[in-house]
């Protein structure tokens, strides 16, 4: 596709039940990554995978979290047992460059997760 | 533990006024840096970034950044701002090497008052 996509584009869920978030990465991209955005807060790093090397899941906030990415494309960030601080936007991104950490990642839309 | 400073949460411009958005981060290390950009109804997106050579960064758009390494700085500059700069600008900072955990600011909300 022609950019980063991401589904569903807003969930509304209740405390406690488990929610799937889907990202698209860009056709090629290698690495993808995760983040949150809760309200007032900077983007905070949850998860990157990059090729077929084991992810980097050093930003997961509790073991609650939990992301898998199938085929080196598509990924799926689970929460299980959703809390309202979960609240937030989740944010996937996906790069193809190769430049020891400075490589451009190209942002989707976003999830907006509402626990109630 | 690392950190990125916006100084500026909000800001308020006129047309054609000089802008100078602060960013200061700490990590004792060499790092990259980059400011992304959200324009209203679009995704992040990157404005520039630093990562090795000239300490001055030239972006899309007009936009600078200068690096200063004994401020721990990498503050964006435009010259004359548009309305069409109104945006939240991010400031982030990773540890350089095969570290890919950006580190963000809160942001800057631009308003640029036609």
């Known amino acids: 596709g022609a950019g980063v996509s991401q589904s569903p584009s807003n969930k509304v869920t209740e405390k406690g039940k488990d929610v799937e978030l889907r990202c698209d990465p860009i056709?090629?991209?290698?690495?993808l990554y995760w983040y949150r955005q809760s309200l007032g807060q900077g983007l905070e790093f949850l998860i990157y995978?990059?090729?077929?090397?084991?992810?980097?899941k050093s930003g997961l906030p509790s073991d609650r979290f939990s992301a898998e990415r199938t085929g080196g494309s598509v990924s799926t960030l689970t929460i299980q047992r959703t809390q309202q601080e979960d609240s937030a936007v989740y944010l996937c991104?996906?790069?193809?460059?190769?430049?020891?950490?400075?490589?451009?990642?190209?942002f989707g839309p976003g999830t907006r997760l509402l626990v109630l | 533990a690392q950190s990125v400073s916006q100084h500026n949460h909000h800001v308020i411009l006129s047309e054609a006024a000089s802008l100078e958005l602060g960013c200061n981060y700490s990590?004792?290390?060499?790092?990259?840096l980059f400011w992304y950009v959200q324009y209203p109804g679009q995704h992040l997106q990157l404005l520039l970034k630093?990562?090795?050579?000239d300490p001055l960064v030239k972006g899309i758009k007009g936009f600078e950044a200068e690096f200063i390494k004994s401020k721990f700085s990498f503050n964006l500059r435009k010259p004359s701002v548009q309305w069409s700069d109104t945006a939240e600008y991010f400031c982030?900072?990773?540890?350089?090497?095969?570290?890919?955990?950006?580190?963000w600011g809160l942001g800057t909300s631009l308003a640029v008052n036609p």
């Open positions: 982030a900072v990773n540890a350089a090497g095969n570290n890919r955990k950006l580190i």
């Open positions: 990590y004792g290390g060499t790092v990259n």
């Open positions: 995978f990059q090729g077929n090397s084991a992810p980097d």
């Open positions: 630093y990562f090795s050579g």
């Open positions: 056709s090629g991209h290698t690495a």
């Open positions: 991104a996906s790069s193809f460059e190769i430049l020891a950490g400075a490589e451009t990642q190209y």
